[in-house]
Structure formats: structure tokens, C-alpha cells
């Protein structure tokens, strides 16, 4: 690994074999508070700015709302033109690029992010992050930014382990700190109803095809 600070290093670790052993890590605490609070307040400020807008499903001319399938807001990062706080989760998200790549050959390239809010009662229904027609993303990352979370809030990210919606699955609480990292085209997932609030940052680390 490259020199970091221990606990910085430590997390990195457990990214790393969670990917290694099953395509998925959890990791509680992977933002530190100084860098949450930051991004909670960017987030928040920009959501209302009225700088978010309704997300889509598909791609190219397949592009298109459906409020059935999702009602979360997103607002792309541009890494050339970010405020302060964003540009630190840019830089560790390249710190966990490198140790991706280092200790398991990914050959991952870029990473794409952007901020998401999804105002009280908004879902996602199951999906892979990987498009149909296009295997570019490699990783899916998601960052939480809420605090005081409980399970009566609801908004919990429902990974689908053997990718059967009938299946056995894995509830992750949305809570400030946490980093959710798994395999874009392995792991069927979901985002259930909120009831509040919620916000996070969503990224994929893509390679050439």
C-alpha cells in the first residue's frame, strides 16, 4: 500500500479483500468526520440551490425518467471545476483506485461520481450498475453523508447476494461515513423508501473497452 496514514491504510485494506473474497465491502467509518461535514454542507447547499436534477434510467438515446423505477436527484462532479470538500473524496477515491489496481490487477482508469439526494419517500428499484450495451464500469462506490440514521428512517441500500430479488440480500443503514464498495456487474441492488432525507455520493470506477 501506498504511505498513508494507518488507519487511512487500514481501511484501504478492508476495501481491498472484500473485493477480493466476495466482490463486496462495507465499511463503517471509511470518510472521516472532517471530510463528511464538508460534504454533507456542499451537498446540502447545492440541493437547495436548485443545482440537482431528477435522474434518469438508460443511456444515449435510451435516456429517459422513470419516476417508476427511480426518484432520486443527482448532480454530476466535473473534477476540473469542484469545491474544496469534493475534491477530497476525488482524492480518496484515487487513493483507493491505486490500491485496487496494486493488489488486484483491475486496470481501472477513471472514475465518474456524482452527489444524490433522495427527498422522503423516493426509491430506486433493483439494478446493476453495469449498462446492457456497455461493460465499461468496473466498481461501484457509494459514499453516506446522513447523520443520526436509524432503521425507522427506511432508505437502506438492499444488495442482492445471489442476485435474486427473492433471495437472500444485505440491508446497509445510509449512515455519514460508511463507503459501499462492490462489483458494478455482479450485485443487483436497490435503495428502499426513505423517509427522510437522505444523501450520499455515488461513483464508479470505469476501464478501457
Known amino acids: 500500500m501506498e504511505a498513508v496514514g494507518t488507519r487511512v491504510r487500514s481501511r484501504l485494506v478492508r476495501v481491498v479483500d472484500g473485493l477480493a473474497e466476495n466482490g463486496l465491502a462495507v465499511v463503517p467509518r471509511f470518510l472521516p468526520p ?18 440537482f436534477r431528477q435522474a ?3 443511456r444515449g438515446t ?13 448532480r454530476w462532479l466535473d473534477p476540473l471545476d469542484c469545491s474544496p470538500p469534493e475534491r477530497g473524496w476525488l482524492r480518496t477515491m484515487e487513493r483507493l483506485r491505486r490500491a485496487l489496481n496494486r493488489e488486484l490487477q483491475l486496470g481501472l482508469l477513471d472514475f465518474e461520481t456524482h452527489a ?16 446492457a450495451d456497455a461493460d465499461h464500469r468496473t466498481v461501484s462506490c457509494i ?12 432508505g437502506a441500500l438492499r444488495i442482492h447476494l445471489d442476485g435474486d430479488a427473492a433471495g437472500t440480500f ?40
Open 34 to 51: 472532517g471530510l463528511v461535514e464538508p460534504l454533507g454542507a456542499e451537498v446540502r447547499q447545492q440541493w437547495v440551490s436548485g443545482a
Open 56 to 58: 434518469a434510467v438508460g
Open 62 to 74: 435510451r435516456r429517459q425518467l422513470r419516476p417508476d423505477v427511480r426518484r432520486d436527484h443527482v
Open 116 to 131: 444524490t439526494v433522495y427527498p422522503p419517500g423516493a426509491f430506486y428499484r433493483a439494478h446493476l450498475d453495469r449498462f
Open 143 to 154: 459514499a453516506y453523508l446522513n447523520h443520526d440514521w436509524s432503521v425507522a428512517d427506511g
Open 170 to 209: 444485505l440491508d446497509v443503514s445510509p449512515l455519514a461515513g460508511t463507503l459501499v464498495v462492490f462489483d458494478s456487474g455482479r450485485y443487483r441492488h436497490e435503495v428502499l423508501a426513505a423517509r427522510r432525507e437522505r444523501m450520499s455520493l455515488t461513483g464508479w470506477f470505469t476501464r478501457r473497452v
